[in-house]
């Protein structure tokens, strides 16, 4: 039976987001695509503390797609190195599974 996850992905701003997702939605290696307009962050890059204003996308899929999902987010992605986080998903509505494994990208 085919996992599912939900994948955390920052982005530069909304638009990236967005563009991201649908990019995620329209390959088929996610089934729907969430967008958080605007989270504060803080990192170290470079050496130097970072305080940004990013965005969020959370991309539901199954774990067979989940390399080449990370795959077409490092494509398209503006970041050097894009944060891409997997999480799998341990209880899920049984009629929301079906419907998400069912507009994937089929196996092989």
């Not at 920052?10 to 995620?24: I, P, Q, Y």
């Not at 940004?52 to 050097?80: C, F, M, N």
């Not at 986080?85 to 049984?94: I, K, Q």
């Amino acid at each position: 039976m085919d996992r599912t996850f939900l994948v955390y992905v920052t982005a530069r701003d909304e638009a990236e987001a967005a563009a991201l997702g649908r990019l995620l939605v329209e390959r088929r290696l996610a089934a729907c695509v969430n967008v958080i307009p605007r989270i504060a962050s803080f990192y170290w890059w470079e050496g130097e503390l970072v305080e940004d204003r990013e965005a969020v996308l959370i991309a539901k899929t199954a774990e067979r797609l989940l390399e080449p999902l990370a795959e077409a987010v490092r494509g398209a992605h503006s970041y050097q190195v894009p944060a891409i986080l997997a999480f799998p998903v341990e209880h899920l509505n049984p009629a929301y599974r079906d419907w998400l494994l069912g507009e994937l990208r089929p196996l092989g």
